[in-house]
Each structure stands twice: as C-alpha cells, then as structure tokens.
C-alpha cells in the first residue's frame, strides 16, 4: 500500500484513473447542462419567425376557434363507433379544453394522438410531474402537441413547456405518433438517448381518457397529418 502512495506521489494518477475522472467529469457536465435547459424559458410566437434567433426555442400555440369547431362532437362519436373523419386544428383543441381539468367524457374525437393520446387535467402538488394546457397544431404533414409541465421535487415547483413534433405510423396492430423532435424547455430531448420514452410514459400514465376512446384508437385502421388536417378511420 505504501508503495503505492509513492507511486502516486511520485508518477501522478494512472490513465485509467484520469480516463474515470475525464467521464465522471463529462456526465456531471452534461446532467448541469440538461438542467439548465429544462429550465431555460422558450419564447411564445404567433407565427415562427424566418430567421431563427441562435440558442433560441420556439414555442407556436395551435389556433382555437369556437365558430370553426363546432362539429367536434359528432366526429367524436363517428371516432368511437367506427368511420373516417377529418378533424380541424380547432377542433383537435376544442377537445383539448373540454378535458381540461374535467372528468373524461364517453365519447372524444380522435385528436388525442399521442398512443394513448394525452389529455390536459389539473396538476396534482405532490405529483413529481403532471401536466395540463394540452394544445394541438397542424402544419403540413408534421403533428405538434404541446403541454405545460409542471416540476414538482420536494415542493420546489417548476412550470416548463413541453412541445413534440412528429407523425403517425403503424406501432403493432395500430397507429402511434413518432416524435422527431421533443423538447422539455429548451432541451432537446431527441437528442437523450432513452429521455423521450421516458417522458411520454410518465405524461400518458396521468392522462385521463374515456374507455370508449381507449377501444376506439386500438381499432384505428389509418391514421395521417395531410395538408393541416388530421385524418383518421376507426373500426367498427
């Protein structure tokens, strides 16, 4: 053992001693690095600006219109006994703020898409996550959601905004939405390996879903974001 301090002394640390150290060093580095952009704010737009600010993420709410999603109701229920609709921005949102904070009711359009959708509701205090503010946006072919999440360790609450980017495929028998890019704060969590999963799990394991609609996204037989649409075709 003696010998080995003066060694130590002598020669400095191993390289496996430095190469620890080095890996050590650049874990810590990034979980700091994670933290802060969790928790760096992202700045609300009403349309996406044409020359992105460096270092700087974006965050574009879906429209809400009561006059233009009036027919929510009724694709709700051709979603739960089977047929094809074609659901609306609006409309995908004015189903987003009927479960705001409200029971789950039987029947709901299609729009949740997140296998199983989300849905907003009222954070709990003692929750270490939750979220509410669900709200949707169609753009192209590309699927966004977004929600408020809240950050609960030990009392000490954060709000932060969680916003996806994606689209639909086939997962199994059914359809799932395959986010490209998802982003907790200004943290790019696509860029994590294993944190995007992680997050959905979480998110969806609080939502509060109707099982009628549960039963109807499993008989979903096609499902896709065309030209800011939504359309989708459930079994009977």
């Known amino acids: 053992m003696a010998d080995k301090k003066v060694e130590k002394a002598l020669y400095g640390p191993s390289t496996v001693e430095v190469a620890l150290g080095a890996v050590l060093g ?14 760096k704010p992202v700045t609300a737009v009403k349309e996406r600006p044409k020359e992105p600010a460096k270092g700087v993420i974006y ?27 074609i659901v ?9 703020a009927s479960l705001n904070g409200a029971p789950a009711a039987p029947a709901k359009p299609a729009a949740a898409p ?22 949707f946006r169609l753009d192209g072919d590309k699927f966004h959601v977004s929600q408020k999440v809240l950050l609960n360790y030990y009392g000490i609450a954060k709000e932060v905004v969680m916003q996806a980017e994606g689209g639909f495929a086939r997962s199994g028998d059914g359809f799932a939405f395959k986010p ?13 390996p294993g944190m995007t999963p992680a997050l959905v799990r979480a998110l969806v394991a609080k939502q509060k879903v109707s099982d009628d609609f ?8 096609d499902m896709a974001v065309d030209g800011g649409l939504l359309k989708i075709t459930t079994q009977p």
């Open 180 to 192: 490209e890019r998802v982003y907790l704060g200004s943290c790019p969590l696509h860029l994590l």
């Open 214 to 221: 549960r039963a109807a996204w499993v008989k979903i037989s």
């Open 59 to 85: 965050h574009l709410s879906g429209k809400t219109d009561g006059n233009k999603a009036r027919n929510w109701q009724s694709k709700a229920t051709t979603f739960v006994n089977g047929g094809s609709i």
């Open 26 to 39: 650049l874990l810590l580095g990034g979980v700091f690095a994670a933290v802060y952009l969790v928790f």
């Open 88 to 96: 609306t921005e609006e409309e995908l949102n004015a189903w987003a």
């Open 114 to 135: 997140a296998a199983p959708p989300p849905a907003g509701g009222t954070p709990a205090s003692n929750d270490f996550i939750s979220a509410s503010g669900l709200n």
